[in-house]
């Protein structure tokens, strides 16, 4: 919106940040929790019994270990260093619902939850050293349960964060996040949203959640024994018990304040902060996407046949020639040359294979449209953006026999080698997003092709690469076995 009037919905929203002082304390002498243990009952007599007290609009920061506690998601594991890492080893593996990546024996994986981490959040701190920590099940649940309780037994609208420390990408050290959270929203989007400058924001949606959860942590810390935090002056994003938020108690600047939402739509649960790993632009570490592609090389290759209008880059069909040189080739000779086929060049070439085209079709008796319909076949190598032509070169390395079996077998070996790089080409050219179709016209008319291209007598075409960008984009094959072309002869 941007013509002045701001909906009254949207005010409280005008902007995420706290509208005087935040304050926030981890207070001392909590107990050690166990399974079972009264965590909403103790919470609430300390908060309250706390000199700053529990007022509305406070919010409550708890770091996981706590419900991995009373919850009874702590697993005894062995004194021995490594039954007791194996038994890890085990547990991230249950805790985990994909691998994402994995460094020396550091794995990153998603859990059920949709949260990515180190070792699945399965932990050995602040646990007796004859237990391990699982994360709880559900911290969400787990939060908005602690809600209802403390809202119940001090009569304070507080709202809960459950956290858990966790590294980022493309940044050293760690930081807490939110993996469970109620009564609270989690983010603020502002698209649509115009700053003092007049310009529109599009993208920020800050994860309050996250920023609160590592704001608290300042005072929680690691080592002393608190593992509670209040946070008290952002009552503006807790949520009443029917989910709508708290008012702001300063004035709305008239600043076009973030997106609001239908009381239904705010976002509240640590969940909704957790993109899909489908949509993530870092779903899999970086070896793991390497793997993956290199996986996917060989099978992406289809033929195409209709292209774009777009051109062919240069350099990237240069770089797909070269990677397609590295075949492998008998004798550790380089038999294979590729001839990028241009201008009247190209319509020389295929005016002529034509011509023997179609003295060969009239010869099988076809005439007329059944003639016309099978030359239009070679069409596709005329209205190609780039044509490639490759070649063996039976003068570059081959053997030679005196008889006619081993020179043939000779022939034999260079051609499949040729075969090997014309493939090793139209896999280098898919891996660039470029699309091929192997078209084998040219090896039925081998002298034809080589005098219209005035190249020397030992080259033999291997067909003619049409390249181009694709029209549309390529289907996926159907993962296949290999079926009865696998044989196993012992
Ligand atoms: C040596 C050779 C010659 C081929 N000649 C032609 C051709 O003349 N016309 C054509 O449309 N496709 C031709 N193809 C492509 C095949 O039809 C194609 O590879 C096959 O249908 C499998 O489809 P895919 O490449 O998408 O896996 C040729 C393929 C090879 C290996």
Redesign the pocket.
Known sequence: MTDGAIPEIRRWTAEHAAPADVTMWAPDGLPEFRPGDDLAGVLAEALVADPRGLVDGDVVVLTSKVLSKTEGRIVPAPADPEARDELRRRLVEAESVRVVARVNRTLITENRLGIVQAAAGVDGSNVESGELALLPSDPDASAAALVADLRRLTGARVAVIVTDTMGRAWRTGQIDMAIGAAGIRVSVGYDGAVDRQGNELLVTDVAVADEIASAADLVKGKLGARPVAVVRGLAHLVLDDEGAPGERDDDDEGTEGARDHDRADVPRRARDLVRDGEFDLFRLGTAEALAQGRREAVPA???V?RFSDDPVDPEALAEAVADALTAPAPHHSSPIRFVRVTGQARVRMLDALREDWERDLRADGHTGDVLARRLS?GDILRTCPELIVPFVDDASGAHDYPDERRAACEETMFTVAGGAAVQSLLVALAARGLGS?????TIFAAGTTRSALDLPETWRPL?AVAVGVPAEPVAAREPRSAGDAYLTIG
Not at 437 to 441: L, P, Q
Request: hydrophobic share 20%; charged share 35%; with cysteine.
């Open positions: 290759r289809r033929s046949r076949r179709c192997w078209i084998g016209s067909g």
